[in-house]
């Protein structure tokens, strides 16, 4: 059970006060006060509900979802979220709208957002494109609600950009905060981001990049290891060594992956397409330039199989702490044997870590409720406590 009061407590010595009305883009754009502050908040609606408690802070009103890409975990999570604290979710999609007409993001934004309280949107596959797009919408309904158009402004949440993925990377830190037993246990602990090989192509870049930009906060060992060709965005690199330097941490880059496996703490192996190859990507689509598209595809899948080593084997996880760190991913795995011939991780090691990968993902939906309600409410202790002691009973027996 999830301690209530120690979350409440918690809450109470942080400044948060600057979430209030404001939108969740970047991890690296809120403070250290503002990133614990989400994590003291999700406990504490964690906990409640727990206790059967609801969690209903709005009477009506809608959560908007956008999802450019495909999403199962932050789609329902989003989606559960909205629900705990009492939105309806309404999927906007683009090919059933008039978007396909030439509707602009600015009509777009204001149209859907008469009664929305939020709006989520992934939008991660090109480079350049994604967090620019959301910063159009929030600017738009932003502009809606100071000119009398919308009775409030939808706060809008980061599902998922070409940038950074802070849903995800906040939620696996709240996973590893409560698997080493709290935050100040992270410190010193080395964590390995590495690349695993995909028999698929174009996976996106912002779950390293969220968690190098956001591990190397915390003052843990961070190493970022990949083939030569993999390089994620370099101003995000550059954000880590500052952020490394400030907090007492560390963070290098490696081409080789038993060099960031040994001694590990925690292991997170997961697939992505080179920086280079997304920007052409990019470029490409931006051409409509079908057959280029097709032969940078062939190029990269070929790439790719090159690096087939780059694994997480039983072997490689025997070069971890006492052989047992702690192995995280966003999900779905490409797993050997199971959903492809070979993959990022052996069968073995995904089944002995199946159950923690669960618990991983559980966090989700109470790290983006937490966004929302730090934005939502200008007093989140009084609106917390204030719940607890209704103690509405959210299934009635």
Known sequence: MTDFNKSIETLQ???????????????????????????????????????????????????????????????????????????????????????????????????????????????????????????????????????????????????????????????DTAHIIREFG?????????????????????????????????????????????????????????????????SGGSFRRTNDMKDAFKDADIVYPKSWAPFGAMEKRTKLYGDNDQEGIKALEKVLLEENGKHKDWACTEEMMSLTKDGKALYLHCLPADITGVSCDEGEVDATVFDRYRIPLYKEASYKPYVIAAMIFLSKFKNPVETLKELERKGTERVQP
């Not at 797009?133 to 949440?157: F, I, W």
Request: with cysteine.
């Open 182 to 246: 709290g935050l100040e246990n992270l410190k010193g602990k080395k964590i390995a981001m590495t690349w695993a090989y995909s028999p698929s192509y174009g996976k996106p870049l912002s779950v390293p990049q969220g968690a190098i930009g956001l591990f190397t906060r915390l003052g843990m060992e961070v190493v970022l290891a990949h083939p030569e060709g993999y390089e994620v965005m370099p101003e995000v690199e550059e954000i880590a060594k500052k952020q490394a330097e400030a």
């Open 13 to 171: 010595g942080l400044d948060v006060s600057k979430m209030y009305g404001e939108d969740f883009f970047l991890t690296w754009e809120k403070s250290d006060d503002e990133l614990k502050g989400v994590w003291a908040v999700a406990d504490a609606l964690r906990a409640l509900r727990e206790r059967n408690i609801s969690t209903k802070v709005f009477d009506s009103g809608l959560g908007i979802s956008l999802f450019r890409d495909n999403s199962t975990r932050t789609r329902f999570s989003f989606a559960s979220a909205c629900n705990l604290l009492g939105l309806e979710v309404q999927d906007l999609d683009e090919g059933k709208s008039q978007i396909a007409h030439g509707e602009t993001v600015r009509e777009t934004a204001n149209m859907i957002s008469f009664m929305a309280d939020v709006i989520g949107i992934r939008d991660d596959m090109y480079i350049g494109k994604g967090n620019a797009y959301m910063h159009e919408v929030s600017n738009a309904v932003k502009e809606g609600h100071e000119d009398g158009v919308l009775e409030q402004r939808p706060t809008l949440v980061n599902l998922q950009c070409d940038i950074d993925h802070p849903t995800q990377i906040m939620a």
